[in-house]
């Protein structure tokens, strides 16, 4: 009887404990809103942050020949 009992309350340990399932899951939301903010931030501030690339790019130039392409 008590065989019976500590294998069954083994059992039900490592179902408890098996918890891998779960962290995948909340790791794919993670980085899924992640992603999703990436993009929002992209569409949202994507003229503002050409241009500073565009400034910035003229700044190191200065008066050289070569110009900044947008390639």
């Given at each position: 009887?008590?065989?019976?009992?500590?294998?069954?309350?083994?059992?039900?340990?490592?179902?408890?404990?098996?918890?891998?399932?779960?962290?995948?899951?909340?790791?794919?939301?993670?980085?899924?809103?992640?992603?999703?903010?990436?993009?929002?931030?992209?569409?949202?501030?994507?003229?503002?942050?050409?241009?500073?690339?565009?400034?910035t790019c003229d700044s190191?130039n200065g008066t050289a020949?070569?110009?900044?392409?947008?390639?």
């Amino acid at each position: 009887m008590i065989t019976y009992l500590s294998i069954l309350l083994n059992a039900l340990r490592t179902d408890r404990d098996d918890e891998r399932g779960a962290s995948a899951v909340e790791y794919g939301l993670l980085i899924a809103g992640i992603a999703a903010l990436i993009v929002v931030v992209v569409f949202a501030f994507g003229d503002n942050i050409q241009d500073i690339f565009t400034s910035t790019c003229d700044s190191v130039n200065g008066t050289a020949a070569a110009g900044c392409t947008t390639d």
